[in-house]
């Protein structure tokens, strides 16, 4: 762990403090329909805005950290996102989509901003320390949170949350602004063949120079509308056979301490194996901890399946993560994060709609569906990493790779 930089720690501490507060992904529904007293549907229609505008911030994102500075997009959009968690009790109904969409677009963006600050301070080879590190904080914090979440709104209210919320992200912003040093001075891209005067290839040029990572892409979004069917259809298949609500949180547990246990020392015991198989065999084990529920409803199969799930979460992730981030040709480090971010958070808009889509009509299918289209992910993943003739998948991604200083005031 002495590879990991003094920038990462830091970033990685204000980003427990800002999840141990981060109230507004588990509570908005309940809140709009219990402190608004909005219909469901007007609730999830308004929940379902905000989730777009989180993806979308995280797709595009890394634009504005390759063209004005990550640190620049991360205080920018910390700030706009914490001011609009602030008036989001404060406006009327009419208003909430708009400004939803407007918080949760600059929370992506700065998502986005932070993974590229984590990579670019990294090494080639190095980066899945960093990237643990950073997902231990947030995923530490995020445990925590939910339950004093729970508290705050049983003995005070709704409101406060989201004013929690918003003043816990501007003081990350004042905080991140004040341990980090300014931007480097932007280089043109040097990737590539460039017109004389003009930019460096486009986007889609560098994609298509890295196959393993249009195959990787696909599978992670694939995957994370699988896996994110655990905070929609999951709690509703356990209530329909009998659980109570109880088992379902007992459940969330074995995956948050799971994950606060294991994911630092796999990554580290893991860190000389190629990322593509680690990350293939990860999204395997998702689809078959989501088949176990094919076969049975019991606790014992729940918590199988949720072992299983978790085990993958850990192998997938963090190597995902830091693979695109070692893909990255330099000035393009933000674009390709944001890329991965927004791929690995589509769940939380594709997964409530399809999931429950397919469980209204067709329920016995659900599972068996979810365990098939991870485990072709994982094929496709494996496929990626193997070794083609005049060349080594698993070699290429470091080639145009340059680290990048971030500096600390």
């Not at 706009?80 to 208003?95: K, Q």
């Not at 984590?118 to 980066?127: F, I, L, N, Q, S």
């Not at 606790?299 to 893909?327: F, H, R, S």
């Not at 429950?356 to 329920?363: G, I, N, Q, R």
Request: hydrophobic share 50%; charged share 10%; aromatic share 8%.
């Amino acid at each position: 762990m002495r590879t990991v930089p003094r920038p990462v720690w830091l970033l990685s501490a204000g980003s427990f403090v800002n999840m141990l507060v981060t109230f507004t992904f588990v509570y908005l529904f309940v809140y709009l329909t219990e402190g608004r007293g909005l219909p469901v549907t007007t609730a999830g229609t308004i929940a379902g805005i905000g989730g777009i505008g989180l993806v979308a911030g995280n797709f595009t994102g890394g634009w504005f950290g390759d063209r004005y500075g990550h640190r620049r997009t991360l205080l920018a959009g910390s700030a706009l996102s914490g001011v609009g968690l602030l008036l989001l009790p404060e406006l009327p109904t009419p208003a909430l989509p708009a400004l939803l969409a407007l918080a949760q677009y600059a929370a992506g963006a700065a998502r986005a901003a932070n993974s590229a600050l984590v990579a670019v301070a990294m090494p080639p080879g190095a980066r899945r320390q960093g990237v643990a590190v950073m997902r231990f904080a947030a995923n530490a914090g995020f445990t925590l949170g939910p339950p004093l979440g729970a508290l705050i709104a049983a003995h005070w209210s709704y409101e406060l949350l989201f004013r929690l919320d918003g003043a816990s992200t501007l003081l990350f912003a004042a905080y991140a602004a004040r341990v980090l040093g300014a931007d480097p001075p932007r280089r043109a891209p040097a990737a590539g063949p460039q017109r004389a005067g003009g930019p460096g290839p486009g986007l889609w040029t560098m994609l298509r120079r890295r196959p393993a990572l249009l195959a990787l892409l696909p599978a992670i979004v694939v995957v994370d509308t699988v896996y994110r069917q655990q905070y929609s259809t999951l709690p509703v298949f356990l209530a329909d056979h009998g659980h109570s609500t109880g088992v379902y949180g007992a459940l969330l547990a074995v995956n948050g301490g799971a994950i606060l246990c294991l994911e630092i020392p796999a990554a580290l015991a893991l860190r000389r194996i190629a990322p593509l198989r680690i990350i293939g065999t990860g999204l395997l084990l998702v689809g078959a901890g989501f088949s176990v529920l094919a076969g049975a409803a019991s606790v014992a199969a729940a918590a199988a399946m949720m072992l299983l799930v978790t085990l993958g979460e850990i192998l997938y992730k963090t190597p995902a993560t830091a693979y695109v981030a070692d893909c990255a040709p330099e000035g393009y480090q933000g674009r390709f994060q944001s890329l991965y971010a927004g791929a690995s958070i589509s769940g939380s808009v594709l997964a409530p709609p399809l999931g429950a889509a397919l469980y209204d009509h067709a329920p016995g299918l659900l599972w068996p569906v979810c365990g098939a289209l991870a485990a072709l992910a994982g094929i496709a993943v494996l496929g990626a990493g193997r070794p083609r003739a005049g060349g080594n998948a698993q070699a290429g991604p470091a080639v145009e790779t340059k680290v990048e200083t971030v500096p600390v005031s």
